[in-house]
């Protein structure tokens, strides 16, 4: 069965960087994208960008550009996202979801908690 | 980038009532939308994809409708369960963009 797991929760400290991992299982790796939603504490969802795990192309969406880089490692069938320079505001659950052509994103990571506290 | 908007933030029902959930979309992103629900502390699940096709496993009372610009998120007859939030979500183009929400409550 499909699976993305993801790591678990970090607390950083302001204008530092963290680093998510979700690792998927029970389909071909390559064959669906991989997007980034977050969600803030009472808050909707917001997406933040995809990556292409066959050639390992991206975007992202203006707002994190320049903080924010999504990797593949097609070895481990795993993705990253890291998002750096954090701020109190980026205090979210990040989840992971794949997706592949006109198709919607159907599976979901269960989420991991970043806090921003100082 | 395409805003979505849904509104109420919030609609109070019944359980046993008929339901719909709005969706606009600033500009027309065809049948590009797909519609979700979320429980607290879970992560989204997908209902209705290209706006009215039914997920695989998901019970009949949902429904989805429109295109273009305005869309809408029927449930026929509200069970326990599905007191929840709803997001609609256009997959037209990048970035992909969510409505704000809809929470489900019980009357």
């Known amino acids: 069965q499909v699976q993305l797991v993801q790591s678990g929760a970090e607390v950083k400290k302001p204008g530092a960087s963290v680093k998510v991992s979700c690792k998927a299982s029970?389909?071909?790796?390559?064959?669906?994208?991989m997007h980034w939603v977050r969600q803030a504490p009472g808050q909707g969802l917001e997406w933040m960008g995809v990556?292409?795990?066959?050639?390992?192309?991206?975007t992202y969406t203006q707002k994190f550009q320049g903080r924010v880089t999504m990797t593949r490692d097609t070895s481990t069938s795993t993705v990253y996202m890291e998002l750096s320079s954090l701020r109190d505001e980026d205090t979210a659950v990040y989840y992971c979801?794949?997706?592949?052509?006109?198709?919607?994103?159907?599976?979901w990571g269960q989420g991991t908690l970043v806090t921003v506290s100082s | 980038d395409i805003q979505m908007t849904q509104s109420p933030s919030t609609l109070s029902a019944s359980v046993g009532d008929r339901v719909t959930i709005p969706c606009r979309a600033s500009?027309?992103?065809?049948?590009?939308l797909a519609w979700y629900q979320q429980k607290p502390g879970k992560a989204p699940k997908l209902l209705i994809y290209?706006?009215?096709s039914l997920e695989s496993g998901v019970p009949s009372r949902f429904s989805g409708s429109g295109s273009g610009t305005e869309f809408t998120l029927t449930i026929s007859s509200l069970q326990p369960d599905d007191f929840a939030t709803y997001y609609c979500?256009?997959?037209?183009?990048?970035?992909?963009?969510f409505g704000q929400g809809t929470k489900l409550e019980i009357k």
């Open positions: 979801a794949r997706k592949r052509g006109t198709t919607p994103i159907d599976y």
């Open positions: 500009q027309s992103i065809s049948s590009w």
């Open positions: 290209k706006a009215s």
């Open positions: 029970g389909y071909t790796f390559t064959s669906y994208h």
């Open positions: 979500q256009q997959y037209n183009g990048y970035p992909y963009t």
């Open positions: 990556i292409n795990p066959s050639g390992g192309s991206t």
